[in-house]
């Protein structure tokens, strides 16, 4: 046999083995059911799927009922298909104010009480930097109220700010504190945006008595509010009211045939929550569906553990459905801070998640090009006709906006397949948050497509004799090297 000829048989037997996956996929996927779910899940019946009303309890039913029927298999360590999250829902307080010098803070205006309980008094101020460990070390903080800037050196982002926060609660509690209070100077985030947004209930996960600590952000723009002038702050919150909430995140497994790569985890996740119940439309419409973001990804999963329950790729899956995203992706980093497997053996994680579309002939993979996986992305999706391509909009700060950045931080490869659009543009705006996100507005053909590429990407890269790794150079490439050890 001659070399060409070899290399003809060698291309056509792979040809053939794409072939036949894809047709094992479009023979096994049930279309009728999988619209059926997706219709339910952007159902009135469900108000929008938000994590704080009674109507989520019929979302992680439903979903974990499915992947019990499927044949996925339930997480030692796990509630049943579920991982209980302790929740806590912070309201505004009927008033609040803070002086200190003679600067004055008011509730909703220079002044934001995102946590804790009502709580009045002139207390000594002690500056801690950005309230690092190393910042609280050595502090007399017994009795006092500590002051710190937001966020953390290069940790600015919307929900590092809030991380950092959560963190700097539990350490000052720990040194004694009666407060914590943070100075917003965050230039790149306008104040006014971040009143109009966090001046509303909040959702948090409760840190036990550390949640009851008065957590308070004061506008500080200009950093004023230093030396001298933080001797003491005079404080009055009331009318603070906090109620807790059982979150859950849904989760099951389905084991590898591969003796050695089924003690590897590739990830499926997608985030099942919505925002609920808003402001109604020029239609009078008030509930946001949420078909886009993300009852159409919740579907993708699900689906993609019913074909896997019954075509078991070589590594094992990991089935994850999170809950809370749009309030700060604190589902994703429940798991991610308290895994139900060893975060060293998920060696992927394809996240989905969406805003919407606006090009049906593309797939858009958020993270494309930052892993040794896509060309496997690329390959799947072309099996249906359509193209992946990278983030368009990388000014919208996406991979930091879904799921998957809360398992990048931890070092694992986590790219997020979107909906195909080119631009952040009106199309996508026109449904994006809004009570107009419906199934009768979406092109079911696509969906489908979508759903059928999302399960082969994941098979094919479930089946890869290689462990996916970050490119040479990603920021994220030392942290995952420590993770699963520099081989």
Known sequence: ?????????????TGSIVFAQRQEIEKSFDGKAAVAEFTYLAS??????DPARPEMKLAYTFIATQLENAGAKPLLGA???????????????????????????????????????????????????????????????????????????????PNQLFAEGRSKTLRAKEAGAVALIERFNVPAIPWQLVSGFLNRPQMSVDQGSASELPYVWIEDLKNKMTGEKLSAATIKVEGKVNTPVEGKNVVAWIEGTDPKLKNEYIMLSAHYDHVGVGTPDAAGDSIYNGARDNAVGTVAVMNAAKFFAKNPPKRSILIALWTAEEKGLLGSAYFANNPLVPLNQIVYNLNIDNGGYN???????????????????????????????????????LYDRSDNVNF????????????????????????????????????????QVYW????????????????????????????SKALYGDN
């Open 1 to 13: 046999m001659t070399k060409s000829t070899l290399t003809l048989c060698i291309l056509l037997a």
């Open 44 to 49: 009135d019946e469900l108000m929008g799927r």
């Open 79 to 157: 509630d049943g298909f579920y991982q209980n999250i302790p929740f806590r829902v912070s309201s505004p307080p009927k008033s609040g104010s803070i002086k200190i010098g003679d600067s004055e803070f008011i509730q909703g205006k220079n002044m934001l009480v995102l946590d804790g309980k009502s709580f009045s008094g002139t207390f000594e101020l002690v500056e801690v930097g950005f309230g690092t460990d190393e910042d609280f070390a050595g502090k007399d903080l017994a009795g006092k109220i500590a002051i710190t800037n937001a966020g953390a050196p290069g940790k600015l982002s």
């Open 359 to 397: 090009d049906t002939s593309i797939i858009t993979v958020i993270g494309l090009g930052r892993t040794s996986a896509d060309f496997l992305l690329e390959e799947a999706v072309a099996e249906f006709g359509i193209k992946a391509i990278a983030d368009p909009s990388p000014e919208q700060g």
């Open 408 to 447: 990048a931080r931890k070092g694992i490869p986590a790219p997020t397949f979107s909906l195909g659009f080119t631009a952040f543009d009106d199309e996508i705006q026109k449904y994006y948050h809004k009570a107009g996100d419906h199934v009768d507005n979406f092109d079911l053909d696509y969906a």
């Open 452 to 479: 059928k590429s999302y399960i082969l990407s994941a098979q094919k890269i479930a089946n890869w004799d290689q462990r996916p790794v970050w490119t040479p150079g990603d920021k994220y490439e030392e942290v």
